[in-house]
């Protein structure tokens, strides 16, 4: 099992940015990362996902398009989560995951990192 740690959430104005980290415990990252999110009495959704081998692709749910970018470190031990023009509908838990092969659907990851708040004031 691997534990995932997020960080780098906080409260912000729209129109800001922010940029989330989540490592791996030293460990080097999961083929596929990938990053969800949670608001109130909402489903857990997809954001954006990472295969960790060079020249990896990178997936995004539409909203976030053009707006975050998922990346990670040359050593591959942290992902990271740049997001930017954030709105108020961004407002939600947001969670690392880690899985042997990416998909849009939360069941398919293994590992969970325990959330980070991201609070987007209009």
């Known amino acids: 099992q691997v534990h995932l740690l997020e960080s780098g959430g906080g409260m912000v104005q729209a129109g800001d940015s922010l940029r989330l980290s989540c490592s791996a415990s030293?460990?080097?990252?999961?083929?596929?990362m990938a990053w969800f999110r949670q608001a109130p009495g909402k489903e857990r959704e997809f954001v954006a996902a990472?295969?960790?081998?060079?020249?990896?692709?990178?997936v995004y749910e539409d909203a976030v398009k053009g707006r975050f970018t998922i990346s990670r470190d040359n050593a591959k031990t942290t992902v990271y989560l740049r997001m930017s023009s954030l709105k108020s509908e961004d407002t939600a838990v947001y969670y690392c995951a880690a899985a042997s092969s990416w998909s849009r659907s939360a069941s398919a990851y293994d590992d969970w990192g325990q959330g980070t708040q991201v609070t987007v004031s209009s």
């Open positions: 030293g460990r080097t990252l999961s083929r596929a």
């Open positions: 990472l295969l960790t081998d060079a020249g990896g692709p990178t």
